[in-house]
């Protein structure tokens, strides 16, 4: 299982709302853009749930 760190949590989303994509975002915190992405739809469904 590949964990983030929350400093990770914060560079996504901040470069997010800046418009990268998530195989960029992959690359400069050196995680796989599945990651990426199955931090994105986490994030998005307890936003969407809260």
């Known amino acids: 299982m590949s964990h983030i760190t929350e400093e990770q ?3 996504i989303a901040s470069m ?7 195989s960029e975002i992959a690359k400069v915190i ?3 853009k599945s990651v ?5 739809m986490a ?8």
């Open 16 to 22: 997010l709302s800046q418009g990268y994509r998530q």
């Open 43 to 50: 994030d998005t469904r307890s936003t969407y749930w809260d």
């Open 9 to 11: 949590r914060y560079t």
């Open 30 to 32: 050196d995680k796989d």
């Open 36 to 40: 990426v992405s199955r931090e994105v």
